[in-house]
């Protein structure tokens, strides 16, 4: 019994993202356009004597070698996902590919600029009609590219308790996946308060896990908001289960203050939101490099076409400038985002805020609280609780195990002599 009750502790440091194989093959598929695309350039350049769809052929080889970054972090996060000598898994290592793929293109930007400032200043001539269907196949392969890699991929990351906290499953109650639940330990056995919303307004409703019925005239409930407006709830007998007679307004986050047959208890409600934590960096990172270069294309397009029709040549130079621009803005935004999470920055405020109120509720103190992410999807929190009660870390872990993506959660508690 006692190697059974161990073995319930340990859990893996599996944190991928819920479609970080799918991602994987999509990349990998975009890596064969490029790189198809990228011979044929090379080969009918060298054999119709283009120079400029040699030139194409090159470019097209620095994509494809970005993608193939990309392509490398999944495959490797994927086999080594179980590696003991990662702490907490490979989860990060596609905001590393991220980050670099960020840099990459920083310096893709300041090129394309360098490159456009030079030919405003000094114009060289364009062979126009060669540089646009070169432009136009580009803009075609990235849309491709871009179609391929998004196919599919919505970011629907689900966070784990990895068994530090348990459901339960209400066998007459089909709509048991439309309730946000809490349960409440009392000297009754388990309740469980639910926001029930399938098809009707939003309700509480309470129940006693063992199917037991309960008295609504022992139960009172009041939400406090975070802003400070209260309200109170009655309860109705619907036989197993007790509903509230008020409909609850939105948004769902407040501290449910529930006083059971004289015990009191303060759950907290969240509204269960991922937020960036939620983000394959990764993948938006391969995204941003084929949208960058879409963009540039259609730019490029633009600039010949005008420059073509009307003799405007400083149009060429100025879209490679305009480009540039808008490269560096998703470059920067894509370094500033990885590189949160490469240092372990807080990534959700909200989120730590539910935990210490969680917590502090029961009229604990948080004396020391860590969060940072571990993956697409995934938070890893370290909290310290100081309190004068019995309680053990059990306790904490099974209340804040319900929230949302917070994967792996380590508690360490304080017992304070009176």
């Known amino acids: 019994m006692a190697a059974e009750t161990i073995a319930e502790f340990g859990h893996e440091h599996v944190f991928l993202a819920a479609e970080h194989q799918a991602n994987e093959r999509r990349a990998w598929a975009v890596i064969v356009l490029c790189g198809l695309m990228m011979v044929g350039e090379i080969v009918g350049g060298a054999l119709f004597g283009s120079i400029a769809l040699v030139a194409d052929g090159l470019h097209m080889s620095t994509h494809a070698g970005a993608l193939l970054l990309a392509a490398m972090a999944y495959t490797f996060s994927r086999k080594h996902a179980r590696d003991p ?52 196949l580009g803009l075609a392969v990235n849309v491709a590219s871009a179609w391929l890699l998004s196919a599919g991929g919505h970011d629907h990351h689900h966070g784990h308790s990895h068994g530090h906290s348990h459901g339960h499953e209400h066998g007459d109650d089909h709509a048991h996946d439309h309730e946000e639940a809490q349960e409440v330990l009392t000297k009754w056995g388990a309740l469980t308060l639910s926001i029930f919303e399938e098809g009707v307004p939003p309700r509480f409703r309470l129940r006693r896990d063992d199917g037991a019925v309960l008295d609504p005239e022992g139960v009172e409930l009041e939400t406090v908001r975070p802003e400070g407006e209260r309200m109170r709830f009655s309860f109705l007998n619907f036989g197993d289960y007790l509903e509230s007679a008020e409909e609850i307004p939105e948004p769902h986050a407040f501290v449910a203050h529930l006083a059971v047959g004289g015990e009191r208890h303060a759950l907290v409600f969240e509204e269960h939101a991922h937020g960036a934590h939620g983000r394959d960096n990764n993948m938006r990172a391969a995204i941003v490099h084929v949208m960058a270069d879409a963009a540039v294309s259609v ?30 803005s998703w470059s920067v935004a894509l370094i500033r985002d990885t590189g949160s999470i490469l240092l372990d920055m807080n990534p959700d405020g909200r989120l730590s805020e539910t935990i210490r109120r969680t917590v502090e509720a029961q009229g604990d103190r948080v004396c020391d609280l860590h969060l940072w992410r571990v993956g697409p999807g995934h938070l890893a929190a370290i909290v310290e609780v100081a309190t004068d009660t019995s309680r053990q870390a059990d306790f904490y872990k099974r209340r804040l195990g319900r929230l949302p993506s917070l994967s792996h959660l380590t508690v360490e508690v304080q017992q304070l002599r009176a």
């Open 299 to 328: 730019l490029v397009i633009a600039g010949l076409v005008l420059a073509k029709l009307f003799g405007w040549m400083w149009m060429d130079p100025l879209a490679g400038i305009v480009g540039a621009c808008v490269i560096a």
């Open 85 to 136: 000598r990662f702490s907490f898994g490979t989860g990060k290592l596609g905001d590393l590919a991220g980050f670099t793929s960020a840099i990459v293109l920083a310096m893709i930007a300041l090129l394309i600029g360098y490159e456009a400032v030079r030919r405003l200043f000094h114009p060289v001539p364009i062979h126009f009609n060669e540089a646009i269907p070169i432009a136009a």
